[in-house]
């Protein structure tokens, strides 16, 4: 039997990569998703897809009600509205981003780790890399150590002498990096979503922070991307 | 204006002392509970008349699937039954017990934590104490230092200077010390409910793990348990 895995599959250009990872080290892939209200659903609809394509051994998707519950963020509540930088170098250089939830991470995490323990396994993957700690505080690698040491204390494999990884295997690597990956594995990043405003159709706006970010990555890898934008006005 | 606090008010002995501890030291209390699926439902109720009669700011309650997401436990699975120990010294004697809840503290401090950065506090209340961590690790001080090292590295409070306390004043308690002390500060026990079995209409079996520890703590305390239990057969 594969040693199992569980992945935060949130559908993203990080996530998918990371399952791809997990499954090139001969991991059994137990993907785990959010319905936490986020104004760009259509996430969820590619973390499925991405399941089904990639054959995960069991895809799970926890309901949150981060939104309504806690609001503050402009991902979640819709008295934000999702900024849009004018060029690339001028994201993550004014703080924490608005597009921050709070605690998103954390909570994340903590669902993992349940089901880590439910399912017996000792490996969470997580898809954080370098540009994203230029802003958010919980994808910064001395978090997710800590994060690692609290649930070796938290847990019953921990306390039991088994060991929980938390494997953040994009921490060091620019998105460039992670797409020329991603493709060397064959992920078809077709498959993901990475927009905080796309339109209904699921189309990519490529003005916020994170199709920004995505676009760059492509350019710098010399790879096309193959997802749809909506027109420039 | 006073100084905000946390408090996972679980409907219990105990927390209902941590919000008794913190309105004595001057907090103004957000109570957070948890719908997620418990056997003992009757909890949740409690919860929400301490919150009333206490006069708490804030009563939120966060509604989370882990019985049907992950399963697993004697406290969310139905095909797990309660155990019913022969006498008080046999808890927590035979590791952790099948009442634990993969995770769940870990997940319960992880929304309080959003909790507290959206309303900008930073204490949050935990009612864990010395009788829990004979058998749960995640009732342990260890695993609380933890949470609060990681907590102040994954927040926007805690990378801008700020400070997030995990305050467990139960810690170093026994059962018959927190019901003194709430005694003492005026709490109602007769609100609570500690049972992990009750019945349709809440009372309490007097038979489980937590049943046994609260009528000791009482005995113990020279107190008279004020709630009601079924009768003996």
């Known amino acids: 039997m594969n040693k199992k895995a569980i992945i935060l599959l949130s559908g993203g250009l990080d996530s998918i990569t990371c399952v791809a990872i997990a499954q090139s080290q ?8 959010f319905d936490y209200g986020q ?9 499925k897809k991405i399941a089904k394509t990639m054959n995960v051994s069991e895809h799970r998707i926890a309901k949150i009600d981060l939104g309504s519950l806690f609001g503050g963020s402009a991902l979640t509540d819709d008295n934000f509205n999702v900024p849009e930088p004018k060029n690339v170098d001028e994201i993550g250089k004014t703080g924490v981003p608005i597009t921050y939830v709070p605690a998103r991470n954390t909570i994340f995490l903590s669902y993992a780790l349940a089901y880590a323990e439910v399912i017996n396994a000792c490996d969470i993957f997580i898809g954080v890399n370098a540009l994203d700690y230029s802003g958010y505080p919980d994808c910064r690698p001395e978090y997710i150590r800590s994060f690692e040491t609290m649930a070796n204390l938290a847990t019953k494999i921990g306390i039991e002498g088994g060991r929980i990884n938390i494997q953040s295997p994009l921490e060091k690597l620019t998105k460039a990096e992670i797409i020329k990956l991603g493709t060397k594995l064959g992920v078809d990043y077709s498959l993901t979503s990475t927009c905080y405003n796309a339109d209904s159709h699921g189309t990519a706006c490529g003005k ?19 997802i749809q934008y909506q027109p420039k006005v």
């Open 26 to 33: 001969g991991y059994a892939v137990h993907a785990l998703s």
């Open 208 to 226: 916020c922070d994170a199709c920004l970010l995505r676009l760059e990555g492509f350019k710098q890898a010399g790879l096309q991307d193959p």
């Open 39 to 47: 104004k760009h659903n259509v996430e969820l609809e590619c973390a």
